[in-house]
C-alpha cells in the first residue's frame, strides 16, 4: 500500500510503538490522527509529526468507549478529508500472575483494551473505509503470544492477544479486495506498556503502582520501539497478513504447528468427502446474503 498522502489513525499513539509507527507514517508522508488516553502525550507526538513535514491531530482516546472511538474517527476524516490506514495499537497488560491467581477485574481490563478496543476501531473505522473503495489498510497490534509463545505468568494478556489474531483472520476474510489487513507480532518492546496499571480505572481495580524494575527490564531487553514500526510499515506495504519482528519465536511457533501437525496425523487423518464438514462456504454465503438484504 503507497502512504504518503493517506489519513492514518492511530490509538495508543502517545507512546511506544504507536508512538513510533506514527512517526514512521509521518515520514513516509502520511496525515496522522493520534488518540491516547493520555492527551499531553497524543500532543506531543503530533508535535513530531508536524516537525516532519506532515499533519498531525491529537485526540483524547479510551479505546473502551465506542462513542469516544466514533467521535475519534469523525475527527480524522474531518481533518484529513479522508482516511486510508487504521492502527488498532492500544493495549495494556495486567500484573505477572498465574492464571489461578488472576482475578476477573484483571480479565475485564485486558479484553476490555485489548480486544474490545480492536473491535471497537474496526466498528469506527472499517465501514467507512470499505464505502470509500479505495485502498486501504487495517493494522491490528498482537504479539508473538499469539504464534504459540506461552510465557509464565502472562495468561491473560496471552490470551487478548490470540484474539486480536482470530478478530484480524476473519476480518480479512470479510473485507473486499482494496483494504488489506496485517496483523503486527512483536516480542519484548522498549515501552511504556509496563506502566499500564497507573491508568487503570477504577471500576476495574483502579490505578496501581507499576514496577520499575519491570521498566527497566523491557527498556534493556526489548527492541528499540523504531525498529518494530519500521518492521510494521514495511508489512503494510507489501501487504503481508503476519508481520514479525523477533527471530526467535519462530522456535515455539514450530512447535505449536508441530503438535497440530501431529494431532490430526493421529486423531482426525483426512478421507475422502471430509470436506462436507467445512462451514466455511456456508457461512461466507450466510453472512453476504445477510449483506445484501440490508442493502
Known sequence: MEINGIGAAVTGGGN??????????????????????????????????????????AFALDVTDQANMND???AAWQAFGSVQMLVNNAGVMSPVLPLAHSSLDDYAWVFSVNVGGVLKGVRA????????????????????HALGVPHIG?????????????LSDVLRAEMPAQVGVSVLCPGLVGSTLWRASERRPEALGGPSESSEMA????????????EVAEKAIAG???????????PHAVEPAAKR?????????????RFDGDEKYDLSDFMAAQVLGEQGQSA
Open 236 to 246: 503494510v506495504r507489501r501487504g503481508d497478513f503476519l508481520i514479525v519482528t523477533h
Open 154 to 166: 502472562a495468561g491473560l494478556y496471552t490470551a487478548s492477544k490470540h484474539a486480536v489474531m482470530a
Open 16 to 57: 511506544g510503538i504507536g508512538r513510533a509507527i506514527a512517526l514512521v507514517l509521518g515520514r513516509a508522508g502520511a496525515k496522522v490522527a493520534i488518540g491516547d488516553l493520555e492527551l499531553d502525550a497524543a500532543e506531543a507526538v503530533a508535535s513530531e509529526v508536524r516537525a516532519l513535514g506532515s499533519e498531525a491531530i
Open 125 to 144: 473505522f472499517v465501514p467507512r473505509l470499505v464505502e470509500a473503495g479505495e485502498p486501504a489498510h487495517i493494522l491490528n497490534t498482537g504479539s508473538e
Open 257 to 269: 504447528w508441530h503438535e497440530i501437525e501431529s494431532a490430526f496425523e493421529a486423531q482426525a487423518p
Open 215 to 226: 521498566g527497566a527490564f523491557m527498556n534493556h531487553m526489548g527492541m528499540c520501539a523504531d
Open 72 to 74: 475519534f474517527a469523525d
